[in-house]
C-alpha cells in the first residue's frame, strides 16, 4: 500500500478498524509459506517475509485492475459495490450489498445489527462508545470516495493528458507497439489516476475489439526491486497464460466434439484432422504444466528475466507496462530493470512490449542510462499543478458522491483548495482536507462542514506530518533538535548553531551518544530546515564571519513530546538545569 492515508488519516480507530489488502496479503503469504508451489506469488524466506507479503498484497491488488482500476485498498466505484475495505465483523454488512467501516458516513443506522439482545452484559461498555459516535445525522454519503484509493470515473483538468497518452497508446490496438512514455508530475497531479483510468480504457476497447492488448501495472515503490519487478510481471504473465490456455483448451475441445461428428467443420480452421486438433489440446496441456512460477526470492536474476521474457512471448500481443513511482526504483535499484525492459523488443518473437514510466521527480533521468533515457523518454508528457480553481472543480466533483446534500457550508471547498494550492497543486492534499473536515465536523456532531474545520483540519494534517517526520529522525538529529527546542524553551532569541552545539554535545553526554563535530551538526541543522522542522537563515556577523541564526517552524509543545517518546532522547531527565548553566556562564 502505497498511500499516504496513514500519514494523513485523522482518525485513528479508522484505520485500525479497516483491514488493508496488505493484511490479505500477510495472512495469505502466512498460509503459503507452507506450500510454496501452490500459487504465483508464494515462497518466502523467513527474512522476505514481510516485504513478500507487501508485494503478495500488491499482486492480488493489480490483480483486481482487471475490473477494479484501484491503488489498492477500496473498490474503483464504492457507491453501490462492496466495499471490501471495509468490512468489520460486528456490522451486518449485506443488507445493501455494501460494507462500511465502523466510523464512517456510510453507516445507514437502520442497516446496523449491533444488537444482541442474549448478550447485554457484554454489550453494555461497547454499546455506549458507538451509540455516541453514530449518534446524529452522519455527515457522509460514502467517505471512501475521498480516499486516495479510489479511482475517479472523472478526471477533470486532465482532459489534455488522457488524450495525450490515448493518442500514444491506440497504436496498440492497431496492433503495433506504442512508443514508451515518460510522465512526470509532482505527486497529487494525478498522474496514477489518469494512467490507470486510461489502462481500463485500453483494456477494454480492445477485448471489444478482440485485439489482444494487456496492461500490467507496478508500483515501484511497493516493487522496488528488479528482481521483485521481474518476478511480478512473470507471474502476472504466467497466470494470463494460463487463462488463456484454459479458454483455448474449451474451444478445441468444443471443435473436436463437433469434428468427430462432422469433419466439415475444420475447413476453415487450421487443422486437417481430428487428430491434429487433438495433438494441439495435448501440447497446450503440456505447456500448462510446464510454467513455472517466479519464487519472490531465490533464484538468479537471468532466470527470472526468461521466464518473464518467455510467458510474455508465449502468444501475440501487445504488453504495456506501467512503471509507476519508477524514480524510486532507480533510486533503490539503478536502472538495470529498465535497460532490460527496453531492449526486449529486439528479441521478443510474438509480442511486443511498450513502457509508460511515471515519475514525480523530474529529474530522475539524469541518472539513466543514455539509451534507457532515449528509449524511455520517446514520449514525454507532463502533468502541471493544479491550480485553486482546478481543485475546486476536483472537489466540487468528488463531494457530490461523497457528503449528503447540503452538508458542506460554502467556503469549505474554496478554502480547502486554496491550502492545497499552495502546496503545489497538490489534488491528495485537497481531498485529505476535505474528508478530514468533514470528520472533525462529524465528530463535533455538527451538521455541517464550516469553515473552521477547514482550518482545523488543515493544523491537524501539518501536525500529522511533522509528528511522523520527526518521528523517524535519526538520534542525533533528534539531539540537534531537541537542543534547539530546549534553548527557545528558555526564551532565547536569535540561537545560533554554536549554542545549539554546546546544548547537543551536554544531552550527548548525558545519555552516552557520540558526540559529532561542530560541522556535521550544522548539516544535520540544514537537513532539518529542509524538512521544515526548523528555520536556519545565515547572518553575517561581519569580521566574526557568518552563522546561522535558528528558530523553530513547528508546534513546540508536540514535538518535544514527540521527541521525548524516543526511548534514547527520553533517556534525559532533568535537562533544565544544564541549559540554565549556560546563561549562568
Ligand atoms: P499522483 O499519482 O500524481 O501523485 P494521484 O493520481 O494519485 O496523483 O491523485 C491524487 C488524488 O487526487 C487521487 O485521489 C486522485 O483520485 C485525485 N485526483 C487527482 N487528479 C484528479 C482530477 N483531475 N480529478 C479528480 N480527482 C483527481
Ligand atoms: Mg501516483
Keep these: 500500500m502505497t498511500d499516504d492515508d496513514s500519514n494523513t488519516s485523522t482518525d485513528g480507530g479508522d484505520s485500525s478498524a479497516v483491514p488493508d489488502d496488505s493484511d490479505v496479503g500477510t495472512s495469505t503469504t502466512e498460509e503459503s509459506r507452507v506450500s510454496t508451489d501452490d500459487s504465483a506469488s508464494t515462497g518466502t524466506d523467513a527474512s522476505e517475509s514481510t516485504d513478500a507479503a507487501t508485494d503478495e498484497g500488491e499482486v492480488q491488488t493489480s490483480e483486481s485492475e482487471k475490473t477494479a482500476p484501484d491503488d489498492g485498498d477500496s473498490p474503483p466505484e464504492a457507491e453501490g459495490s462492496s466495499l471490501s475495505g471495509g468490512v468489520d465483523a460486528g456490522v451486518d454488512t449485506d443488507t445493501q450489498g455494501r460494507s462500511v467501516d465502523g466510523f464512517s458516513g456510510g453507516v445507514d443506522l437502520e442497516d446496523l445489527d449491533l444488537d444482541d439482545a442474549d448478550d447485554e452484559e457484554a454489550d453494555e461498555a461497547s454499546r455506549g462508545l458507538f451509540d455516541d459516535l453514530l449518534e446524529g445525522e452522519p455527515i457522509f454519503e460514502n467517505k471512501e470516495v475521498l480516499r486516495p484509493s479510489y479511482t475517479p470515473r472523472k478526471l477533470p483538468h486532465r482532459e489534455e493528458q488522457i488524450n495525450n497518452m490515448a493518442t500514444i497508446l491506440v497504436t496498440a490496438l492497431r496492433g503495433e507497439t506504442p512508443s514508451n512514455i515518460l510522465i512526470y508530475g509532482k505527486t497529487g497531479t494525478g498522474k496514477t489516476a489518469s494512467a490507470k483510468f486510461v489502462s481500463e480504457e485500453l483494456e477494454t476497447t480492445s477485448e471489444k475489439y478482440e485485439v489482444p492488448c494487456e496492461v500490467e501495472y507496478i508500483n515501484c515503490e511497493v516493487t522496488d526491486t528488479q528482481y521483485r519487478v521481474l518476478a511480478q510481471l512473470a507471474n502476472k504473465f504466467i497466470e494470463k497464460n494460463e487463462a488463456y490456455i484454459e479458454r483455448r483448451l474449451d474451444e478445441l475441445d468444443d471443435l473436436r466434439d463437433d469434428a468427430a461428428a462432422d469433419p466439415a467443420v475444420l475447413d476453415d480452421t487450421e487443422f486437417d484432422s481430428v487428430a491434429a486438433v487433438e495433438t494441439r489440446i495435448r501440447d497446450l496441456e503440456d505447456d500448462l504444466e510446464e510454467f513455472e512460477p517466479v519464487p519472490m526470492t531465490g533464484w538468479p536474476t537471468d532466470r527470472v528475466y526468461s521466464t518473464f521474457f518467455d510467458a510474455v512471448d508465449y502468444h501475440e500481443r501487445v504488453v504495456v507496462i506501467m512503471l509507476d513511482e519508477i524514480d524510486k526504483l532507480v533510486e533503490k535499484s539503478g536502472d538495470d530493470t529498465l535497460y532490460n525492459l527496453s531492449r ?242
Design 344 to 585: 526486449m523488443n529486439s528479441e521478443l518473437e510474438n509480442s511486443r512490449v511498450s513502457i509508460m514510466g511515471i515519475s514525480n521527480d523530474l529529474k530522475f533521468t539524469d541518472f539513466l542510462d543514455p539509451r534507457v533515457k532515449s528509449s524511455l523518454g520517446e514520449e514525454e508528457i507532463v502533468f502541471p499543478p493544479y491550480d485553486a480553481t482546478q481543485l475546486r472543480d476536483i472537489l466540487q466533483h468528488r463531494s457530490e458522491i461523497s457528503f449528503k446534500p447540503d452538508t458542506l457550508s460554502d467556503d469549505v471547498i474554496p478554502l480547502c483548495a486554496a491550502f492545497a494550492a499552495q502546496e503545489h497543486g497538490d489534488a491528495r492534499r485537497a481531498l485529505d482536507l476535505l474528508r478530514t473536515a468533514g470528520e472533525l465536523a462529524e465528530r463535533d456532531r455538527t451538521e455541517t462542514v464550516e469553515e473552521k474545520h477547514v482550518r482545523h483540519a488543515q493544523e491537524k494534517i501539518e501536525l500529522d506530518r511533522v509528528v511522523e517526520v520527526v518521528r523517524t529522525l535519526p538520534t542525533q538529529s533528534k539531539l540537534v533538535l531537541y537542543a534547539t527546542i530546549l534553548l527557545e524553551e528558555n526564551g532565547v532569541h536569535n540561537i545560533n548553531t554554536g549554542e545549539v552545539f554546546n546544548i547537543y554535545k551536554r544531552l550527548c553526554q548525558e545519555i552516552d551518544a557520540d558526540v559529532l563535530t561542530q560541522r556535521r551538526v550544522t548539516d544535520l541543522i540544514s537537513e532539518l530546515d529542509m524538512l521544515g522542522i526548523v528555520n536556519a537563515v545565515v547572518v553575517s556577523k561581519g569580521r566574526y564571519g557568518r552563522t546561522k541564526e535558528i528558530s523553530l517552524s513547528v508546534p513546540l509543545d508536540e514535538t518535544e513530546a514527540v521527541l521525548l517518546s524516543d526511548s534514547r532522547v527520553g533517556e534525559v531527565e532533568e535537562a533544565q538545569p544544564f541549559v540554565q548553566a549556560r546563561f549562568d556562564n
